[in-house]
């Protein structure tokens, strides 16, 4: 009796996500006033666009900040909409639209509303944690499908053919996180209408539309409205602390996604949404950020191969370079934790993306300044000219 409670869920136990970690310790550094250099932030160096910076002023000053509807405000839902006419040609009605707390509690509520505990889930590996993590907290069954170079990190309808079993849902990212790495609209057409035809459930994450470097980008709902679409307003928007996201929901999850929407969060952050509904007034400042992001990336991909760095995925979008270390380590965490202790120069480390082989690669974002990065690179230059090289290199990763 009276002893101290220590039972934890194992459910809970899910992996930490690293680069939340190194951003951390960057932080704590920085505090310290020692240099820091941070090339492992996933998220825009630039505020939110100057309209909804204005409308959110507005707001604070003639509203009471009060829930809204746990789906969102009717006018946030439409000026979503709205932006699937101007960007993609598409029509979405309000109904369709759910605002949700980041793109993050939209993948929440799309797991939620499509899978039971003991569903099988297919994610491509390497990729984003969350979706492993919270699935498995979910009870879901992951298979990690290895995506390499070679079909540019993304899955096929070849690979998810030669599945043992037909599972119930397949995440995809276009662009992904780490690698930046996009299917082309007739991939992912084939790859929609594959999920359609095999009873599959395809959840399309679409949150880095917007940040591309030259390849199409296409909303899974141009195929098929049976596909979950979720989005957010942190990337391209650049407002990842508003935790503001979206998702586009078929009309048979709708019901299910209402219910579990008002149980978990009562309505997404009001004062974000009433700011967010002027967020498509902001296309020209925000595409200004996009070209910022390609002289960052082109900087990378010139300068990484020259000091040694010579094996990254292509980023197609995104703001990242997802690169292979093995010449140096098969332990990116403890080497990338060296790497920052010794120089300042903060990277995210790989085990977040590739439970397998993700100690050969560490992701480096492109997202911040460009000043900043040059340096770093300088910095990283000097520093891997003085590491020990391992004797043998990981053979498989071509270019
Ligand atoms: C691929 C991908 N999906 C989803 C998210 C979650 O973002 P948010 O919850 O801010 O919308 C991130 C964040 O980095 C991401 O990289």
């Known amino acids: 009796m009276g002893g101290r409670l220590v039972r934890v869920s194992d459910r809970g136990q899910v992996p930490p996500f690293y680069a939340m970690?190194?951003?951390?310790?960057?932080l704590a550094r920085r505090a310290a006033g020692r240099p820091v250099y941070l090339l492992n932030a996933g998220q825009p160096g630039t505020p939110a666009p100057a309209a909804v910076r204005a409308a959110a002023h507005r707001a604070l000053d003639t509203d009471r900040i009060g829930y809204t509807s746990q789906l969102g405000i009717p006018e946030l839902r439409d000026a979503i909409a709205g932006h699937y006419r101007h960007w993609y040609g598409l029509d979405v009605g309000r109904s369709e639209v759910v605002a949700t707390t980041g793109s993050s509690g939209?993948?929440?509520?799309?797991?939620?509303?499509?899978f039971d505990p003991g569903d099988t889930v297919v994610l491509a590996?390497?990729?984003?944690?969350?979706?492993?993590?919270?699935?498995?907290?979910?009870?879901?069954?992951?298979?990690?499908?290895p995506?390499?170079?070679?079909?540019?990190?993304?899955?096929?309808?070849?690979?998810?053919?030669?599945?043992?079993?037909?599972?119930?849902?397949?995440?995809?990212?276009?662009?992904?996180?780490?690698?930046?790495?996009?299917v082309t609209p007739g991939e992912l057409a084939e790859i929609t209408a594959w999920c359609d035809a095999n009873g599959v459930r395809l959840v399309s994450d679409e949150i880095y539309h917007g940040i591309t470097y030259g390849g199409e980008k296409s909303c899974a709902w141009a195929t098929s409205r049976d596909a979950?679409?979720?989005?957010?307003?942190?990337?391209?928007?650049s407002m990842t602390g508003w935790?503001?996201?979206?998702?586009?929901?078929?009309?048979?999850?709708?019901?299910?996604?209402?219910?579990?929407?008002?149980?978990f969060a009562l309505c997404p952050p009001t004062l974000a949404q009433q700011a967010a509904v002027h967020a498509f007034e902001g296309?020209?400042?925000?595409?200004?950020?996009?070209?910022?992001?390609?002289?960052?990336?082109?900087?990378?991909l010139g300068r990484l191969p020259e000091i040694g760095l010579d094996r990254l995925a292509p980023a197609d979008g995104a703001f990242y370079v997802y690169a292979d270390v093995s010449r140096w380590t098969s332990d990116s965490l403890a080497w990338s934790g060296r790497l920052l202790d010794e120089t300042g120069v903060a990277v995210a480390p790989g085990i977040d993306f590739d439970p397998v082989d993700g100690g050969k690669f560490i992701r480096?974002?492109?997202?911040?300044?460009?000043?900043?990065?040059?340096?770093?690179?300088?910095?990283?230059?000097?520093?891997l000219a003085e590491q020990p090289e391992q004797p043998e290199r990981f053979a498989t990763f071509h270019r």
């Open 228 to 237: 979950i679409v979720v989005n957010s307003f942190s990337k391209y928007f």
């Open 283 to 300: 296309y020209a400042e925000l595409d200004a950020n996009v070209a910022r992001y390609r002289e960052n990336r082109d900087l990378l």
């Open 106 to 114: 939209g993948f929440l509520l799309a797991f939620l509303a499509a």
């Open 243 to 263: 935790r503001l996201g979206w998702v586009l929901c078929p009309a048979e999850l709708l019901d299910s996604v209402d219910r579990l929407a008002s149980n």
């Open 125 to 145: 590996r390497p990729g984003y944690p969350a979706y492993r993590n919270v699935l498995t907290a979910l009870g879901c069954r992951v298979i990690e499908l």
């Open 21 to 26: 970690r190194v951003f951390d310790v960057a």
């Open 364 to 383: 480096l974002s492109f997202a911040g300044d460009g000043a900043e990065i040059a340096t770093a690179v300088d910095i990283l230059a000097a520093w």
């Open 147 to 182: 995506c390499g170079p070679e079909t540019r990190f993304q899955p096929t309808v070849a690979a998810l053919s030669a599945l043992p079993e037909r599972p119930a849902g397949l995440v995809l990212a276009s662009p992904a996180n780490p690698t930046g790495t996009m």
